[in-house]
Structures are given as C-alpha cells and as structure tokens.
C-alpha cells in the first residue's frame, strides 16, 4: 500500500502507475490542518480522472474525533464513490466508529444509487483499539482490513519512539519487540474474520536494512502487506511479501503429494524426507494461493 498526501496531485500521478498494489490518497496525517478541506477535490479528481490499473483506489479520511471527517465522506463519496474500493478508517477506537462509518457509506450509496458496494479498512493505533479490536473487526461486513499503525499507537502508550516504524525504543532498553501483542492481536482478528491485515509504516527512508528488517517481522507474524511512505520502498516491501520461489516449489510438492496419497487411499505422506499432515496441506494451500494472486496481478 502506498499513501500519498492529497494536497500533491503530482504525487497521486506517480502513485496511479506505480509498483503499488494500492493507492491511499491520504486526508489525515499527511497534510496540515488548513490543507484539508481544499484537498479534498484532488482525491475526487483523481479517481475520476486517473488511471489506477489493477490498483485498489482508497482514501484516509480523518479521525472521527476532528471536525473533517463526517464532510470528508460526503464531499468525496458523492462526487467520486462509484470509482472508490475503500475509505481507509484512522484511529478507530470502538465498533461504533465503524458502524458510523458504515451508515454514511450506506446513506450515500442508496442515494445516489450507487452499483459498487464501498468497503473500510481500520487503522488499529490506539490503546482503545487494541482492548477492541475484536469488536472492530466485526463490527461491519463492509470492514475488510486491519492495519497497525506504530506511530500513534506509541503515542497513545506514552511510549517513547525515534523513528516511526522501529521495533525497539530509542536506548533499546526493552529486550522484546515492543509491538509483538498489538500485532499479533491484529492478525488474529484479521484471520478469526477473514481480513486482510497490513503493517503499518516504517519512516527510516535512509534505512533500507531497517524497513527490510521490520518487513520480514510483519511478513513472519502473518501480516499480508506493508504500509508504504515513499515510493522507494514498494520494490523491497513487494519483494518480501512474496513467497520465495523454492517456499511455492516446497508448496506445490506438498500439494501433489496430499493428492497422490489420497489417490492410494493413504492419510500420511512425506515429502523430501518430512512428514507432512493436515496443517502443512493448509500452509502449502495458503501459500500457493498467494503465488497465483500475486502472478494474476502482475498480468494485470
């Protein structure tokens, strides 16, 4: 996922022909206050008028707790809700919020009779949202990703952080990774409700063995995506994200061994020299399926 500042048009150009799998044209953290409200017409005339491709078209509104967000979803979803995937949820503290949300979309959509079906994602970066994220995550069947947000879930915990995106405080004095719980918690929601989850940002743009690090964490707690500040970083984030080569071969063996075994009325196989059971065949289909997704979008 990309996000870019909807006050740079410039910048939404670049992102539509991108290496993304998803544009985020953002209202919220990435634009000053007074900037808010006239960049709300550059989120409408770009997905009116530009081209995303195979590319998931979604914006951040901002949080309901600011005066911006209700006009954010009418000024943008009535101009331009027939060309929109997603309305991307910041600091979401209660199912209320989404449920909120929801009704506007709803509201917005029988009026103007809308065909498509609009859905949410949820930025999980409060301390609310972590004690609520089973609730959030069920709250609407329009809610159809999680995403954890470091930075202002940080702040919430009073938390010190240098750097957005780092996985150890400032003077690393903390010996385990400091968001293990809320991100694990994340993909368990995700995963119990049959979501999406994607890890927030890393901002070190100078630290490519950082973001290469915190994208292999994310990747190894179950997280599908990575949250992108800069361009820069889709080619390392997109790398990691998808299963190596010998991981699909290891898959499609496991696979065609399952099926050979049944074939001869056998429940147990091993596969170069391991014993592979029903939880294997799961991870093996899991993996194949996001080989084929990823090779079907870079078709697209």
């Known amino acids: 996922m990309l996000f870019v500042p909807a006050s740079r048009f410039a910048m939404i150009e670049k992102a539509s022909q991108s290496a993304a799998d998803a544009v985020c044209i953002d209202l919220e953290d990435a634009l ?13 005339r770009a997905l009116r008028e530009l081209d995303f491709g195979p590319r998931l078209r ?8 600011t005066p911006f967000a209700y006009r954010d979803l009418i ?27 929801d009704t506007m979309l709803s509201q917005i959509e029988a009026s103007l009779g809308f065909a498509n079906r609009i859905a949410i994602e949820v930025h999980i970066e409060t301390a609310q949202a972590f004690l609520a994220v089973r609730e959030i995550a069920s709250a609407s069947p329009r809610v159809d990703a999680l995403i954890f947000g470091p930075g202002d879930y940080a ?17 690393a004095v903390y010996p385990g990774h400091r968001w293990h ?10 995963r119990a409700n049959g979501l999406r989850c994607m890890d927030g940002p890393f901002a070190g743009l100078g630290d490519p063995a950082g973001l290469e690090r915190a994208a292999r964490i994310a ?26 080569a010998d991981e699909v071969a290891w898959a ?14 056998r429940g147990v196989v091993a596969v170069d020299g391991r014993m592979v ?10 993996t194949t399926e996001r080989h084929r997704l990823i090779q079907a979008r870079t078709s697209a």
């Open 252 to 265: 499609e063996r496991v696979l065609q061994a399952y099926e050979e075994a049944r074939a001869g009325g």
């Open 32 to 44: 000053a206050p007074e900037e808010k409200i006239g960049a709300r017409a550059n989120v409408v």
């Open 58 to 65: 979604m914006y951040r509104i901002n949080g309901l707790d």
């Open 181 to 190: 719980a809320i991100m694990h918690t994340i993909v368990a929601a995700a």
């Open 219 to 244: 990747r190894a707690l179950g997280f599908d995506g990575k949250h992108c500040i800069h361009p820069a970083q889709l080619e390392m984030v997109n790398q990691i994200f998808t299963p190596p």
């Open 75 to 101: 000024e943008v979803v009535e101009a331009a809700g027939d060309r929109l995937d997603l309305v991307v949820l910041p600091k979401a503290n209660r199912a209320a919020d989404v449920i909120f949300v």
């Open 155 to 171: 702040a919430s915990l009073h938390a010190p952080l240098a750097s957005i995106g780092e996985e150890d405080s400032h003077d």
């Open 277 to 286: 059971d029903a939880a294997n065949l799961r991870m093996a289909r899991v």
